[in-house]
């Protein structure tokens, strides 16, 4: 799962994933409540998102990230893994971690 930069400060556009296994085939999030932790890769610090996640097609395994401030408030690399929560079924599920920038506004 490939995540795009986003830019220091701007909380829109929001971040559209599909999430996958290692063959490529999405994982249906029918039902999932999907969080997320970010690692910052220079501090090590590591801090659970306050961003908003809606699964947008559940089958093919589509949900929205929409940042919070606190996403987008430093620039730099990070590595984040979302994790979905399920009401039925094994539970939870985790992605494998990804990296994502936050680039330096002016």
Same mark, same amino acid.
């Given at each position: ?37 970010? %690692?910052?890769?220079? !501090?090590?610090?590591?801090? @659970?998102?306050? #961003?908003? &996640?809606? $699964?947008?097609?559940? *089958?093919?395994?589509?949900? %929205?990230?929409?940042? !919070?401030?606190?996403?987008? @408030?430093?620039? #730099?690399? &990070?590595? $984040?893994?979302?994790? *979905? ?12 971690? @990804? ?8």
């Amino acid at each position: 799962m490939a995540l795009a930069a986003a830019v220091q400060g701007a909380r829109r556009p929001s971040q559209t994933i599909t999430w996958t296994d290692d063959n490529g085939a999405p994982l249906d999030l029918s039902g999932a409540t999907i969080t997320a932790r970010i %690692r910052n890769t220079t !501090s090590n610090q590591t801090a @659970a998102s306050d #961003g908003t &996640f809606t $699964v947008v097609t559940a *089958a093919s395994g589509i949900f %929205r990230w929409d940042y !919070s401030p606190a996403d987008v @408030a430093t620039a #730099g690399d &990070f590595e $984040v893994q979302f994790t *979905a929560t399920f009401t039925a079924g094994l539970t939870p599920a985790r992605t494998i971690v @990804a990296p994502w920038s936050v680039l330096k506004s002016i």
